[in-house]
């Protein structure tokens, strides 16, 4: 059973528009991550942060924002959508520390035409 | 650079054996994952290895040697649910999760 949620699901606009991804946890992890994954492709880091406040930029990072006012909530914002932003978008929490194992949301899959 | 090498697909019959492989060069280790990943689904935690060995958690098994920089994933007495994509991370010396691009597991019947 999910403890981390993602919306939308699935989500089709058009270029230009700014959206925001959704992700929450009930968990009560500082570790929290946005993960960007294309077909048959390893995951690619966006973002992370380490608790609330804090927030890093990972390998993918130059068109995207987000923010983490609450441990509980980890939005992602595209202020100005692309066809290349096209793909799977997963957000994911972990109990910090050294802890690897992370816990994944069912994921947004947007596609900008 | 940092790289994570494993097999982009097998092929495997219902009832076997199946070993994937996985190799590693990272700055740093902090220990190594699996996940399984189905087909529009999102990855679910396998397993973890910090030390050298086999560590046994039911039909799944993983591998270890740091010396190497390998593991492998055993999966025994397979069953269709097993299709999947099967990925292997490791941990660096700044704590991030380094992602291989996924091995492919196909069971036939």
């Known amino acids: 059973e999910a403890d981390i949620y993602q919306t939308p699901r699935y989500l089709v606009i058009g270029t230009g528009k700014k959206i925001t991804l959704e992700c929450s946890q009930t968990?009560?992890?500082?570790?929290m991550y946005w993960y960007q994954q294309d077909p048959g492709m390893e995951l690619h880091l966006i973002h992370y942060?380490?608790?609330?406040?804090?927030?890093e930029k990972g390998d993918l990072s130059s068109e995207s924002t987000v923010s983490r006012i609450r441990t509980e909530h980890f939005p992602l914002t595209l202020e100005s959508a692309r066809p290349s932003h096209t793909s799977q978008y997963l957000c994911?929490?972990?109990?910090?520390?050294?802890?690897?194992?992370?816990?994944f949301g069912e994921g947004s899959r947007l596609t900008v035409l | 650079g940092q790289n994570i090498d494993q097999p982009t697909e097998m092929t495997a019959t219902e009832g076997a054996i199946v070993q994937i492989n996985c190799t590693y060069q990272t700055s740093g280790f902090n220990g190594l994952f699996w996940y399984q990943q189905h087909a529009g689904e999102a990855p679910t935690f396998l397993s973890y290895n910090v030390l050298d060995g086999l560590e046994e958690k039911g039909r799944f098994s993983s591998f270890l040697s740091r010396s190497k920089g390998y593991s492998y994933l055993l999966l025994k007495e397979l069953q269709m649910k097993d299709s999947a994509s099967y990925l292997c991370?490791?941990?660096?010396?700044?704590?991030?999760?380094?992602w291989g691009a996924g091995t492919k597991l196909i069971i036939k019947p």
């Open positions: 994911a929490s972990s109990a910090g520390g050294d802890a690897g194992e992370l816990f």
């Open positions: 942060s380490y608790g609330v406040n804090s927030t």
């Open positions: 991370a490791v941990m660096d010396s700044n704590y991030q999760l380094i």
């Open positions: 968990m009560g992890h500082d570790k």
